[in-house]
């Protein structure tokens, strides 16, 4: 909860009001399991405020995208969120059999980004990195 109480004021301090409805979705968020729904949230925050709509779920989190508090991930055709680590960034390798999420530390890709920056003198940007693919427990299945 401290993370989430910096984040508050992280937002009040860059002129962000902040509502009953975005520290609702905010606490989902960082209360849920790992990667969450557009759809888990908007549900979970109807159970709390029922005149909730979807439109102002997906601004709220798209605005905390944006302010960097959660860290958005393609699985499948569908966008998951989670809350930012507030130690460090991480990225995400995503089975493309069971869509399953799973975290990649970023210490994995900073052999891949010297390689880009010395190379080709191209800074990536891998704050927000996605690696499809198949995961163990579904390669054995195959």
């Known amino acids: 909860m401290p993370h989430l109480m910096h984040t508050f004021e992280s937002m009040r301090s860059k002129g962000y009001r902040l509502t009953p409805q975005r520290m609702l979705i905010l606490t989902i968020v960082a209360d849920g399991d790992d990667h969450m729904g557009v759809d888990q949230v908007f549900r979970k925050a109807r159970e709390t405020y029922p005149s909730m709509d979807l439109a102002t779920v997906y601004r709220t989190l798209h605005l905390f995208r944006e302010l960097?508090?959660?860290?958005?991930?393609?699985?499948?055709?569908?966008?998951?969120?989670?809350?930012?680590?507030?130690n460090g960034k991480h990225n995400h390798m995503v089975c493309r059999v069971c869509a399953g999420a799973f975290n990649l530390s970023p210490h994995y890709l900073e052999e891949f980004q010297r390689t880009l920056v010395e190379e080709f003198g191209f800074e990536p940007d891998l704050d927000n990195f996605t690696?499809?693919?198949v995961c163990s427990r579904c390669r054995s299945f195959q």
């Open 68 to 86: 960097g508090v959660v860290t958005e991930v393609a699985i499948g055709d569908r966008r998951h969120f989670e809350l930012t680590d507030p």
């Open 131 to 133: 690696v499809a693919g």
